[in-house]
């Protein structure tokens, strides 16, 4: 059975299924008897989620969508 | 990551417009803000355009945009010598779940994870993100933000898939710690002495 320090540095890599089978079989049985570790899995899952948290600062402002439309445009003009 | 076919006589422009919100607010993930953006996008645009001419496969043009801009953001690196300057971290052994709950910055809370990630809104994030090496913000953000496969980020960015998965790995774990430490920087814990007064 590995350990809790060993379950949580595989957790993430679990979450994006890029663990091997008898990888991900370990964690598994790891997680069915500790709850400390499920608290961890769904906090990664959190963690993740948070990197793509919707929002206004990647929204593109008129002006700039102006400016690389024009850009753009005149790029293709080229052709 | 799906993407629709463009048709076979799209012309430059065709393919490039519909993709362009998505281009910028990549940008600004990466560069950490507008400004810098606007001019990755323009610098990319150029970059893309004296390519296209030699661009056989077309099934894909958002992966083949993600790799231009992100070509282009490395050179700017290069020239600004950004990347050298940030050091590229080992192992981490911080634990962010453990460290919430042992600082217990939310005395009161029955969710003291939640209430932590609550801390951040979108601008807050794309802020800690500046502080990872730009290879680990670039793996995470194309990884965990706009859903590209390990393989599709080793295509984009020239590397190996294994040399992604430890940028994945090795960001994952820096993530944390920046978090933690941009929430203190930041005074956005209220100290338990205080909040028991």
């Known amino acids: 059975m590995i350990n809790c320090r060993e379950a949580v540095s595989r957790l993430w890599a679990y979450l994006d299924r890029h663990l091997g089978q008898e990888q991900e079989r370990e964690l598994e049985d790891h997680l069915g008897l500790c709850r400390h570790c499920c608290g961890e899995l769904e906090f990664a899952k959190q963690v993740r989620d948070l990197l793509k948290r919707p929002g206004r600062t990647t929204e593109i402002l008129p002006e700039s969508r102006a400016k690389l439309e024009a850009y753009l445009k005149g790029l293709g003009e080229k052709l | ?197």
């Open chain 2, 1 to 197: 990551m799906q993407e629709s076919p463009v048709a076979p006589a799209a012309g430059f422009e065709d393919i490039v417009r519909p993709h362009l919100e998505y281009l910028y607010a990549l940008a600004v993930r990466l560069c950490g803000n507008r400004a810098a953006a606007e001019d990755l996008v323009q610098d990319m645009l150029l970059r893309a355009f004296r390519g296209f001419p030699r661009l056989r496969n077309r099934e894909r043009p958002r992966l083949w945009l993600t790799r231009v801009l992100t070509c282009a953001y490395y050179d700017r690196l290069r020239v600004t010598h950004r990347e050298e300057a940030v050091s590229l971290p080992q192992n981490e052994e911080f634990d962010l779940f453990d460290t919430v709950v042992e600082e217990d910055p939310f005395p009161y809370s029955d969710r003291v994870h939640l209430d932590f990630l609550e801390l951040f809104d979108d601008a807050k994030v794309i802020e800690v993100l500046q502080h990872l090496h730009p290879s680990h913000r670039t793996a995470l953000i194309l990884a965990y933000v706009y859903g590209f496969k390990t393989r599709e980020i080793a295509e984009i960015t020239n590397k190996s898939v294994g040399t992604v998965l430890a940028w994945l790995f090795r960001g994952r774990k820096r993530l944390e710690r920046e978090l933690w430490e941009y929430a203190n920087r930041n005074k956005l814990l209220t100290p338990p002495q205080e909040a028991r007064v």
